[in-house]
């Protein structure tokens, strides 16, 4: 029979998550201009991690119902591509995007951040999603609503391009959203290829969701991140 986990695990072991994701964000702004961190996505999606683990936490040390799959659901999408797109794109020396000349630069904190915002959340959520929440709460209509969240980054990125001064760092957060070197068709382009990326995990997890087994039993699970009424 599957043991009843005490709520005091998932609750430490959200906060512990939630910490790293806003250690990594606290480091980042103070060691650079706040303005320009929080034009990356990395950082909207840590920023989402950090709250909505927090108030799992919460949640699972009252014994309060569990937060709305949607909004668990989706931080795990989002910060899952945030670890993907690092390790895969953008410190992959392979890829036509890399930036792995620059990340091998970064020292002390600024290391210390990188690997809390690139590695540590997106590993711990998964681990969260794997063994504190019951399984078959996910929707494939979840996956096109989840879309949301890219495409108002990529609103805010562009436009953000268009209104800053072109000498402005990190004009544009990423290479491939870099409207100078690939025109607004290229970029586009790239986003549709993203966003199709995203659908697809997104499709991924709810499939997983359905047929993954339970690691404790639904009715013992203490403020699951995919249980909920809304989504």
């Known amino acids: 029979m599957p043991t009843r986990p005490h709520p005091v695990v998932p609750a430490v072991f959200r906060c512990l998550i939630a910490l790293a994701a806003a250690t990594g964000i606290v480091i980042e702004c103070v060691e650079g201009d706040p303005r320009v961190v929080f034009s990356f996505f990395t950082i909207w999606s840590n920023t989402a ?21 949607l909004w668990t659901g989706g931080v795990l999408l989002c910060i899952l591509v945030v670890g993907l797109v690092f390790h895969l794109v953008l ?6 995007f890399n930036q792995a000349a620059e990340i091998a630069r970064l020292t002390g904190a600024r290391a210390v951040a990188n690997q809390l915002l690139h590695t540590v959340t997106p590993i711990g959520v998964l681990l ?10 996910l929707r494939p209509r979840h996956a096109a609503q989840w879309l949301a969240a890219p495409g108002a980054y990529l609103v805010f990125a562009l436009t953000r391009g268009a209104l800053v001064s072109p000498d402005t760092p990190a004009r544009y957060p990423y290479p491939f959203l870099d409207v100078t070197a690939h025109g ?5 382009t ?3 290829v993203l966003g199709l990326g995203f659908w697809a995990l997104g499709l ?3 499939a997983v969701d359905r047929f993954r087994p339970a690691v404790a039993r639904r009715e013992n699970r203490i ?4 249980a909920g009424g809304l989504k």
Not at 49 to 69: F, K, M, Y
């Open 49 to 69: 991690v950090a709250v909505v683990l927090g108030l799992g936490a919460v949640r699972a040390g009252r014994r309060q119902p569990a937060l709305p799959p």
């Open 91 to 96: 410190d992959n020396r392979a890829s036509g």
């Open 128 to 137: 969260d999603w794997l063994l504190f929440t019951a399984p078959g709460t």
């Open 184 to 188: 607004y068709l290229g970029v586009l």
């Open 190 to 192: 790239h986003a549709l």
């Open 204 to 206: 991924a997890l709810v």
């Open 223 to 226: 403020s699951s991140l995919g």
